[in-house]
């Protein structure tokens, strides 16, 4: 009888596992801690990361964000936040470096989050900018109906139960207007902190849908 050598059989079932083991770790981990919500004003002071779609865990989705379209990065930018406090669709402006983004992405630890993760098209610049807190000016509020019915189909994940639990009541009264100062404070310099990659994994879970959004005005 012929013997098989017990290594590659070890190794099989190691690979074969490994899947398993990945989904009980993403069952078992907990949302991030939940920070009371942002005044929605025209200009406010946030705290932004940086993510890219190299890192291992955004390699399924590619290059897509969670809307199903492709990351930008150029004269408009993607950035992923919880969309209960800055919808889908939503435009802003840094202040500090002038770069215009829009909220097309969100991710597990930017659920409850006061916390918008701009996208990078290499690890370079993800890692360049770190954690910084800049000021950034809202152009276009997104539509939170939409990015509603966008989150319902994915309700099983635990993040996306979040946002629409913060994003129902929104859906039987108008979004409020922004308050216009009027004057845009001075920009507050930014705080870069080198801290490990690996603290800031956001990223979207779910496969993209395909669903786009049309502009939203007030």
Not at 117 to 122: G, I, R, S, V, W
Not at 163 to 180: A, F, G, H, T
């Amino acid at each position: 009888m012929r013997t098989l050598p017990l290594v590659p059989i070890a190794l099989t079932a190691l690979t074969a596992l490994t899947p398993l083991l990945w989904l009980a770790g993403c069952a078992e981990r907990p949302l991030p801690k939940w920070e009371p919500p942002m005044a929605r004003t025209q200009y406010q002071h946030v705290r932004t990361t940086a993510y890219f779609d190299g890192e291992a865990d955004h390699l399924c989705y590619t290059n897509h964000n969670a809307l199903g379209t492709t990351l930008q990065y150029g004269r408009v930018n993607s950035a992923a936040a919880d969309w209960s406090r800055w919808p889908a669709g939503t435009m802003f402006r840094i202040v500090q470096t002038g770069r215009l983004y829009i909220v097309d992405d969100y991710g597990w630890d930017l659920a409850g989050r006061n916390t918008i993760d701009l996208y990078m098209p290499t690890r370079e610049l993800m890692d360049r900018w770190g954690l910084q807190h800049v000021d950034i000016q809202i152009l276009q509020w997104g539509d939170p109906r939409q990015s509603y019915s966008t989150l319902l189909p994915r309700a099983r994940f635990r993040h996306v139960e979040r946002m629409l639990k913060e994003l129902r009541p929104e859906l039987d009264e108008p979004m409020p207007m922004i308050v216009r100062d009027s004057q845009p404070p001075e920009p507050q310099q930014m705080v870069a902190n080198p801290v490990p990659r690996q603290a800031y994994a956001f990223h979207p879970s779910t496969t993209p849908s395909g669903v786009a959004l049309q502009p939203f005005t007030y």
